[in-house]
């Protein structure tokens, strides 16, 4: 998970990813979401090979799961702001379109 020659190709997977469905999302809170879905990507994959275990020999939970659980909270939260900008942007764009209409003049031809 903190691995740069195991997190660059998966992050930079991510940016793309999220270049490409978030373009007016500031390019750096997409490169602090890819890194963070990388590292989500590499630690559920850790913990995967780990048979179902989390635990160490001492019963203490492997601190990747936490992380891993943290990261996951922080990602979806991103995304739900980033969704709600999405359509915050959208409504906004209509509300201009309207607003629009309503100054062009109009013509009575009666």
């Not at 991103?78 to 209509?94: I, P, Y």
Request: aromatic share 6%; glycine share 6%.
């Amino acid at each position: 998970m903190h691995s740069e020659r195991r997190l660059a190709p998966v992050r930079e997977r991510h940016a793309r990813d999220l270049a490409e469905r978030y373009p007016w999302i500031d390019p750096g809170r997409r490169a602090l979401q890819a890194q963070r879905l990388a590292q989500i990507e590499l630690g559920a994959a850790w913990l995967d090979g780990q048979d179902g275990v989390v635990r160490d020999d001492e019963g203490s939970v492997f601190d990747v799961a936490n992380k891993v659980s943290s990261w996951s909270t922080q990602a979806e939260a991103w995304f739900a702001q980033a969704e709600a900008e999405r359509r915050e942007a959208g409504r906004s764009d209509v509300l201009a379109e309207v607003r629009q209409d309503d100054e062009e003049p109009t013509s009575d031809a009666a």
